[in-house]
C-alpha cells in the first residue's frame, strides 16, 4: 500500500492526522500478514517438485533435503512391498525338522539356467540348543553343508547335491559350514561361507564366532577347491567385530570385491551392523573399512549396485531396521525408503552384481527362508521361498508401489500378547518390565 504524507501542512493540523496515520501503519501491516499467512500454508495436490519457498516443518522439508530419491513413495525407484510364493521341486521331510534349507547365496544365471546356493542341514534329529553334540545340530545351521539347486524360471528347482562339505579336522569349517555367497570374478567363481570350528555344545549357544572362508571353481556346478584360509578375520579385542562376522556378501564396485558382512556389537539384545571388507583379489586380502560399521542396523542384509552406488534391504534388527538404504558411494549409506513384510535373508537375483557398470540397475525377486517351522511341535527347520519386489530402475509395477497393506487378521493376532503381558496389564501396572528372551 502506497502513502504520500502531505509535507507541506502546519504543524497543528499534522496533530490531527494522528488518527489517520495509526490507520495506514496497520492497514499495511495486516496487509502484510495476510500475504505471509496465504504462502504459508502447504498448498494442494502431488508434493510440490521444487521446495516451496515458505517455512517447512522438519517433517517436509526431509522430503526435499533428505535422502529419499523420490517425493512421493509411489515413485520412489527404492521403494517396493514384498510378494511371496512357495517353491516347487525342494523336499522337507514332510516337515519332520530333519532337512531344513534356509540363507540362500544371492541368484545367478549362468549356462542357460539360474543358480543359488545355501545352507543345507540333514541331521538325524531336528536342532536341539541343549543337546546338541557330534550328531545332533544345536543350531539350525550347525552339522550343515553348502548345496546348490537350479532352476529355468526361478519358481521351481531342481536340487543338485553338495557344493561345500564339511572340512577336514582341523581346517575351519569341519563343524559345520554355512550361509553362503558367491562372486563371480575374472571368469572363476568363489563362494564365500561361515566355517565352523569347535565350540562346546556347536554353533549358536555361547555366540556365533566362525571365520569366513572361500572355495573356488571354474565351474558354477563345481567341482570347489577349498581355500582352507580365513579371509575375513574377526577384529581385534575391543572392537565391534571382534565375536562375529556373518552373512560374507561380495559384490564388484569400483574395480574391488566389496565384501559386506554382519558383525554383532555386543549387548542384550545384540546390536547387529555391517561392516564392509574390500579385496582386489578373492582370496584376500580383505581390508576393512575404516568408517565400519557402515550400516547401523540390519541382520542378513542383501545388497545390490543402484545407479552410481550401492543399495541394501535392512531388515529385523536396529534402529533403522526395515528400511532400503542407499549410499552413492558404497560406504555412507542412508535411508531412501521404509517397507514392511521384509524377506528374511534375502539372496536376491542381481544381474549386474559383478558388471560394475557404475549404473546399477536394482532388483525383482530372488529367494529368501521361513525359519524355525515347526518349532512348536519340536521339528524347527527352514524353508526356502521366493519373493517379488520392484527395486528396479528398467520395471515399473504399481502393484509393488503401494504402501498399504492389509493383512488378514491372523497375522496381527499371531503376534498377542505375551501371558507375562497379559499379567501386567491385568494387574494395572503402569510400569512394564518385559524380560528379553
Ligand atoms: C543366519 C545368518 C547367519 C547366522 C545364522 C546362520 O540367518 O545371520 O547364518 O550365523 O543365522
Given at each position: 500500500m502506497a502513502v504520500s504524507l502531505p509535507y507541506n501542512l502546519p504543524k497543528n493540523r499534522l496533530f490531527g492526522l494522528i488518527p489517520l496515520l495509526v490507520f495506514v501503519i496497520i492497514g499495511c501491516q495486516s496487509e502484510k500478514m495476510s500475504e505471509n499467512n496465504q504462502s504459508a500454508i502447504f498448498p494442494y495436490?502431488?508434493?510440490?517438485p521444487d521446495k516451496p519457498n515458505m517455512p517447512l516443518s522438519e517433517a517436509m522439508n526431509r522430503v526435499y533435503e533428505g535422502s529419499y530419491t523420490s517425493k512421493e513413495v509411489e515413485t520412489n525407484e527404492l521403494f517396493s512391498n514384498f510378494k511371496y510364493t512357495p517353491l516347487e521341486g525342494l523336499d522337507y521331510h514332510d516337515g519332520d525338522g530333519t532337512i531344513s534349507r534356509r540363507d540362500v547365496s544371492k541368484v545367478i544365471f549362468a549356462n542357460g539356467k539360474y543358480y543359488v546356493w545355501y545352507t543345507r542341514r540333514e541331521t538325524s534329529t531336528p536342532p536341539s540348543a541343549k543337546y546338541g553334540n557330534d550328531t545332533i545340530p544345536s543350531r539350525d545351521w550347525d552339522l550343515a553343508e553348502i548345496w546348490y539347486a537350479t532352476s529355468e524360471d526361478g519358481f521351481t528347482w531342481e536340487e543338485q547335491g553338495v557344493a561345500v562339505s564339511r572340512m577336514e579336522k582341523p581346517y575351519a569349517g569341519w563343524r559345520s559350514v554355512s550361509t553362503p555367497d558367491i562372486l563371480v570374478w575374472k571368469g572363476k567363481y568363489y563362494l564365500y561361507y561361515q566355517a565352523y570350528l569347535y565350540m562346546p555344545g556347536g554353533p549358536?549357544?555361547?555366540?556365533d564366532d566362525c571365520p569366513v572362508s572361500v572355495s573356488w571353481s571354474d565351474s558354477p556346478d563345481g567341482p570347489w577347491t577349498p581355500s582352507n584360509k580365513i579371509v575375513v578375520e574377526n577384529g581385534?579385542?575391543?572392537?565391534?567385530d571382534q565375536y562375529v562376522i556373518h552373512d560374507p556378501y561380495p559384490l564388484i564396485y569400483q574395480g574391488k570385491i566389496h565384501l559386506y558382512y554382519k558383525g554383532e556389537m555386543g549387548g542384550d539384545p545384540r546390536v547387529r551392523a555391517q561392516g564392509l571388507a574390500i579385496a582386489e583379489d578373492p582370496l584376500g586380502s580383505f581390508e576393512k573399512h575404516p568408517l565400519n560399521p557402515v550400516i547401523n542396523s540390519g541382520h542378513e542384509t542383501a545388497l545390490f549396485p543402484f545407479k552410481e552406488g550401492v543399495a541394501a534391504l535392512v531388515?529385523?534388527?536396529?534402529?533403522?531396521?526395515?528400511t532400503i538404504q542407499y549410499s552413492p558411494d558404497g560406504v555412507n549409506f542412508q535411508v531412501a525408503a521404509i517397507s514392511s513384510l521384509f524377506p528374511i535373508a534375502p539372496g536376491a537375483y542381481v544381474p549386474d552384481a559383478f558388471e560394475d557398470t557404475g549404473n546399477g540397475r536394482g532388483i525383482t525377486w530372488g529367494l529368501c527362508h521361513f525359519r524355525n517351522i515347526g518349532l512348536a511341535e519340536g521339528k524347527s527347520h527352514s524353508i526356502l521361498a521366493r519373493f517379488e519386489c520392484d527395486l528396479s530402475l528398467d520395471v515399473h509395477d504399481p502393484e509393488m508401489k503401494q504402501s498399504d497393506i492389509f493383512n488378514h487378521p491372523d497375522i496381527n493376532f499371531q503376534f498377542g500378547l505375551s501371558e507375562q503381558q497379559r499379567r501386567r496389564i491385568d494387574a494395572n501396572q503402569p510400569v512394564a518390565t518385559i524380560q528379553q528372551e
Open positions: 495436490g502431488n508434493v510440490p549358536g549357544t555361547q555366540g581385534p579385542s575391543g572392537t565391534w531388515s529385523r534388527h536396529g534402529l533403522e531396521h526395515n
